[in-house]
Nanobody, 122 residues
């Protein structure tokens, strides 16, 4: 069984910073892409940042220059460093990981965490 768990959310004032973490655990053979999404109340889920095992990253235009995603591959962990936070960043932040589990013949699959709430006050 594989679990993906996010942490690090909270309440912060506009202009502040937070670091989110996403940890995958279980019978993992390999993790490919790991991504951060967010979903604000009443809005569609939005892709925030993507990361590959070799360190390539990509960001939504709305967070470029403010957010940084990075991996600790040996720990099956991904972080999202968020700076200069704005009220529009308020959302549940979710982690998605493409994981190959240690079971012969099983293809890679998507695994999602439950999310962590980020609230930015003005």
């Amino acid at each position: 069984q594989v679990k993906v768990v996010e942490s690090g959310g909270g309440l912060v004032q506009a202009g502040g910073s937070l670091r989110l973490s996403c940890v995958a655990s279980g019978a993992i053979l390999r993790i490919n892409d790991m991504d951060w999404y967010r979903q604000a109340t009443g809005k569609q889920r939005e892709l925030v940042a993507t990361s590959t095992p070799d360190g390539r990253t990509n960001y939504a235009d709305s967070v470029k220059g403010r957010f940084t995603v990075f991996r600790e591959n040996a720990k099956n962990t991904m972080h999202l460093q968020m700076t200069s936070l704005e009220p529009d960043d308020t959302a549940v932040y979710l982690c998605k990981a493409i994981i190959k589990i240690a079971m012969f013949g099983t293809p890679s699959g998507e695994y999602w965490g439950q999310g962590t709430q980020v609230t930015v006050s003005s």
